[in-house]
């Protein structure tokens, strides 16, 4: 028979496992420069310099701090030159300072680090998705580095807003690493022949672009839609302009959802009328998102929603660059229009002492400043890998490092980036109950937006949400 102390810890870790699952779609976590962060175990150390080959002399008297740092890339990574040359680089900087760096590849990626974590082996230095961080914060798997981010010269070298999915009341927890954010797509080609001269603004705004574009332009569509089995991806982004969300989590961790709040029921009676009222939406509206996609980039399409590493992939199907416009999502009913993000933090150990989590931080940073960022785009330039569009670190003109990208693209990618937030929560155990509701709105006249969230949320309730609910109310009774 299990203790009282081996139930909650066994409650703990599958509601950690179920967490984690619900998170694990839209996070990027990724190694220094790219890749998948998982960590299989496989370590090297690159630090085989002594103090001698230091640029800085001062630092060949400093104490040796060792930190194992979850980074090493895969053996056919095409980048693991690169990074092993910027390995070197950190240690010729930071002869004090010796990495073991563990292999970061293979699957299940999260769950390695959480074994690790649960078994007292969390490395120093790791790479956490976005999703992830309110867990990893809640759960005090994530150190406070308030005081070294605000004591550090560089604090102030990151963009607008890159802190806020690490932040938790005035503590800071992460560095970040990589992002990615949402926005609208549009065709400027299109958007000239209909004299528009800049991109909508809000709903209203949106929709008149959109049939205005149609018009002008005889044989496309005003606005690719998102409707297939991913149709709440996007819907959610029209929740919070409308004012709300999809889920709410509860003080004591349970979770409430609001599927039928004015915010949602509002936001599919818009994605109605753009389908039904001003008909400017392709015409199989749960066509494949790669379907949307080459509507967009061939010219058959004047608006997509999309993220900014998606530029990248227009351009390579032949999209002229001056044809491509991006602009932060219209403002909706509320007077607001976060992108959703993701991406990737530095996270490190709390249970580390201050020198070594003092190493940990100064290694993030290292790679975080504009010179190594700089030289890793322009790495991937010259030899044809791509390029992430939105880069946390100031002053980089990220034009440099893409043929031909309008200097309003990479602005307003920077300008969506400053308003962010999470997907809704347990997203993906509760996608396919919001993707009926939204299909039946898109495909049925006569189907009443509030009618359909309300069998989605009744559903989603008893199926999910109850068991959800009640493993957690379980958890906290035995504390």
Not at 138 to 166: Q, R, V, W, Y
Not at 272 to 280: A, I, S, T
Not at 334 to 350: E, K, L, M
Request: aromatic share 10%; proline share 4%.
């Amino acid at each position: 028979m299990k203790t009282k102390k081996g139930k909650k810890q066994a409650l703990s870790l599958f509601v950690i496992a179920s967490i984690i699952a619900t998170t694990a779609a839209c996070g990027s976590s990724g190694n220094n420069n790219s890749g998948s962060q998982t960590g299989n175990g496989t370590e090297s150390n690159s630090n085989n310099g002594s103090a001698a080959n230091s640029a800085n002399a001062s630092n060949s008297n400093e104490e040796i701090v060792e930190i194992t740092v979850w980074d090493k890339s895969a053996p056919d990574d095409p980048l693991k030159s690169f990074h092993e040359q910027q390995f070197a680089e950190f240690d010729k900087a930071h002869p004090n300072i010796k990495v073991t760096h563990v292999d970061a590849t293979g699957s299940n990626g999260r769950q390695k680090f959480m074994t690790a974590v649960a078994g007292g082996e969390q490395p120093d230095v790791y790479t956490a998705a976005f999703p992830d961080m309110q867990l990893y914060i809640h759960k005090g798997i994530a150190a406070d580095i308030t005081d070294l981010l605000n004591n550090s010269e560089m604090k102030d070298t990151f963009i607008d807003g890159a802190f806020d999915l690490a932040t938790k009341g005035d503590k800071i927890y992460g560095i970040p690493q990589t992002m990615y954010t949402t926005g609208l797509f549009y065709n400027k080609s299109m958007y000239e022949k209909a004299g528009i001269q800049e991109p909508p603004v809000d709903w209203d705004t949106f929709a008149q672009a959109a049939q205005k574009t149609q018009e002008a332009n005889p044989g496309t569509i005003g606005f690719d839609i998102l409707g297939m089995d991913w149709a709440d991806w996007h819907f959610e982004y029209y929740v919070w302009q409308a004012g709300g969300d999809l889920t709410e989590e509860q003080p004591d961790g349970t979770v409430k959802l609001t599927f039928t709040s004015d915010a949602a029921v509002e936001a599919l009676q818009y994605y109605h009328d753009l389908k039904w009222e001003y008909q400017v939406t392709q015409k199989n509206v749960v066509q494949d998102t790669a379907d949307n996609q080459k509507d967009f980039y061939t010219g058959h399409s004047a608006h997509i929603l999309g993220a900014s590493d998606t530029y990248s992939g227009f351009v390579s199907k032949g999209m002229d660059p001056n044809d491509i416009g991006f602009a932060p999502f219209p403002k909706g009913p509320a007077g607001n229009n976060p992108s959703q993000a993701g991406g990737s933090f530095y996270i490190f150990n709390p249970k580390n002492s201050p020198a070594k989590l003092k190493a940990s931080f100064e290694y993030a940073m290292f790679f975080m400043s504009q010179d190594m960022q700089e030289e890793a785009l322009q790495y991937k330039k010259d030899n044809g890998f791509g390029n992430n569009p939105l880069s946390v670190v100031k002053n980089i003109d990220m034009t440099q490092y893409f043929l031909g990208m309008p200097q309003d693209v990479a602005d307003n990618i920077q300008l969506a980036a400053s308003n962010q937030r999470l997907e809704y929560f347990l997203k993906s155990s509760l996608s396919s109950y919001l993707v009926k509701a939204i299909q039946k709105v898109l495909l049925d006249k006569n189907a009443d937006p509030k009618t359909e969230l309300e069998a989605a949320q009744k559903l989603a309730q008893i199926e999910v949400i109850d068991k959800y609910n009640e493993d957690i109310k379980a958890g906290n009774s035995t504390d």
